[in-house]
């Protein structure tokens, strides 16, 4: 590990500590922090106390700047995402999205007549599928083929950087 690796990791051991810490030292912090659910509410929770935990190990501070950096660009509202088409073809569609504590409206679910490939760049997402239990956790580097017609909703993605999503669209009698 170099060395600049080595201090990211240390930063980020010691902002959980310290995080850990206070929810010793604070009885409202740690009930608040036994409430939650998921990832994305602890992360939310930290922030609102100062610490910034979200990022996981390895991602930089910020990404260089420019239209051709796909881990830049202003942040949505919260609640909100935002995209932006790379590329549209005949026969493909390839769209850079970014989240930002997004989730799909309560009862809805996508329904799309295109096979859909996804690519986390940056955060990380719960989703849904009609046909399965349990939402998938998808993190920086997972990817997902969504076939055509498989019913699926955003259950959640991060706050603050937020989540950034590569979505590959096809249509059905195209090839893969």
């Given at each position: ?5 080595l ?19 604070n ?39 420019g239209d051709?950096?796909l ?16 590329l ?14 997004a ?26 599928f ?5 939402p ?18 955003v ?11 590569l ?7 195209e090839?893969?």
């Open positions: 590990m170099a060395e600049a690796q201090q990211q990791f240390l930063a980020k051991v010691a902002a959980l500590n310290a995080f850990v810490a206070l929810s010793e030292a009885p409202a912090v740690r009930l608040a922090l036994a409430a939650c659910s998921s990832h994305h509410e602890v992360v939310a929770l930290a922030r609102s106390h100062g610490f910034a935990i979200g990022r996981r190990w390895g991602e930089d501070e910020g990404a260089a700047t051709a950096n881990l830049s660009g202003a942040l949505p509202p919260p609640g909100q995402e935002s995209s932006t088409v790379l549209d073809t005949p026969s493909c569609r390839l769209l850079r999205i970014h989240s930002h504590r989730a799909s409206p309560a009862g809805f679910w996508y329904d799309q007549g295109e096979h859909e490939w996804v690519l986390l760049l940056q955060g990380s997402a719960l989703l849904r009609e046909a399965e239990a349990q998938r956790t998808l993190s920086r580097g997972d990817q997902l083929l969504i076939p055509a017609g498989a019913r699926h909703r259950e959640a993605t991060d706050p603050d950087p937020g989540t950034i999503w979505a590959l669209f096809w249509s059905v009698g090839a893969g």
